[in-house]
């Protein structure tokens, strides 16, 4: 800091300094913020510029000072290093409606409000125990006529050590236009409710509240809602009658805030507009699921009744997403998408009602969301593999072929089996990828295993193939250059499809499945007997093979079932089969006594646990030469 006078003495019945007459101004600088001159003449008692200082400052008489702080439009006052008013100009005086000599020995904290706020005190008295060089902060003052108003309050020491000044400034003006602004910022114009942006700015300090302060529950809750058909309103009746909807919605929510049927805590409930037809009511200091599940039926109550919108009778229904947890270690977006999960689960749910956020639930759909996400990325990367499951004939006991079943070595879940992705990867389109590689994989390993051992009776290859394939991608081009790469004959491969996939297949699916059949490729459908079992209709397609669904031979078993109707059935349909040229393999063959009775019916080819778990593809010799490496009990998972 460096102030400038020279001359000055103390002006005679007050603790003004005296001021050279002539001089206009001295420059002040204090810690670099560039001030008015009024704020800092302090002329008696100033040193001289600090070293380094530039210009010579303006002399300046005491009685120029003087003259220059009682006719300064500033408020100001000079205050002594305990905090008293020594010296107060008239404009201060005028501010506070008060005489400026009888200030003079008040306590300027006590007539600016200093005391009021403990960060404030203990800058101000930073300040003037001379370990600060500057406060300024903004207070509301009372005027001793009632009005009340917004003055920025600064306080800087005097040079000479021993006093300070204080200003302050009329900033009522623009204080209340800047919380009109505000107002008008944070508040939706449609249903004057808080909008989102005040709304995440209760609902970050409600937490930071809610998670340091300890006289509260430390708990939040929050009802995330949704009209149901809003857009059907806006969209039949326009978006005046849409926005007096949504105002009146607003009304019956903010009485439901108002009268919480639970406990309110301390910061009471907020209701605000989220956006469209959003809206949320958020329970600070929250007590339990239970005051937030009746707040949220007390708001469907509410908007039970029909509204009356200017001669429309209008009824809305809402869903809303209920979430309740403490406060510690959730945050902002955490809780909002939590809130908009479950709402999204209360819409899916059937709409018009709450449901509660449900963590499991949740997980499962992270895991979910993670798997489908990476599903493409790991085709690249290869985190998937193959094992092969045989397919033995039930005359000879001989593996014909094996059906290559696809696993997920996953780097965080562990192995995964088909079940888990396929159903994700179909809905995702990633199938196309995956089913290529299945495919260009196991016809690979079948023409291996078939070099490596040419005086045997080569092995076929079942690959398992997804709807979207056929549709979605060039399957019959991907099998006839796969087959051309991997030199392995179009009699050696077999593609399953469901009964499903191919029922009412026209146009392109049928073509492909006849372009493939025409190149020697067999067609089985797989998992046959759990959809619409329509031997007529699959006889007219290029189909040559029929899975058995596991259901038919787990209903053999014969203690249980004496004379189970399964067996009947499946005797009929392989007989039917038969007739019509396909032929028939049974899935889930798991005993001895299964495969006997299959075998009497007429079966096939049998597949299941009896004959060999799903093996990786360097364990399969073993069991084609008979002599698997781990008797089959070891191969149970
Ligand atoms: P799927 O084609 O019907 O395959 C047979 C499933 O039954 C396999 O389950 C197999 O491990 C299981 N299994 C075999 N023998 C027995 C038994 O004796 N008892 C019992 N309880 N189960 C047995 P996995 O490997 O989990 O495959 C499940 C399904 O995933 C497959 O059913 C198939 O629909 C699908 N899938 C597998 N790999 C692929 C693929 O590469 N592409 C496509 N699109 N789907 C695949
Ligand atoms: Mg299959
Ligand atoms: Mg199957």
Redesign the pocket.
Known sequence: MSGHSDGTSRAPGATLPAVTEGDEAANECDGGTPTGAQHTAAPDDAPGPAPGTAPAPLRVSPHGYRAAFEAARLPMAVLGRDGLVTAANPAFGELLGKDPHALVTASAADLTDLGGDPHIWTAYRDVLAGRSDRLRCTRRLKHPEGHSLWAEVSVEPLPGGDRVLLSVTDVSDRHDLQARLRHLQMHDPVTRLPNRALFFERLAAALESATYDRGGTGRIGLCYLDLDGFKAVNDTLGHRVGDRLLGAVAQRLTRCGEHPSGRAGRGGQLVARLGGDEFALLVEDSTGTEQLADLAQSVLDALQRPFDLAGQRLSVSASIGVVERAAAGTTATGLMQAADTTLYWAKADGKARWTLFDPERNAHRMTRQALSSTLRPAVDRGEFT??Y?PLVGLGDGRAQGV?????WRHPQFGTL???RF?GLA?ENGA?VE??RW?LERACHQARAWQLARPEEPPLFVS????VR?VWDSDLVADVARILAETGLAPELLQL?L?ESAVMGSAGRPLQALQALSDMGVRIAI??FGTGYSNLAYLSRLPVSVL?LD?SFVRGFRSEEHPNPADETIVEALVALAHRLGLTVTA????NAEQAARLRRIGCDTG????YS??LPADRVPALLAGTPETPEEENRD
């Open positions: 193959l094992e499951q059906e290559a079943l696809v696993r089996p088909p079940n396929i179909e199938i995956l089913g299945v690959v398992n193939v997804a394939q399953e469901t797989d998992d899975k596991g899935e889930c063959v798991e597949q299941g646990w009896l778990r799903p």
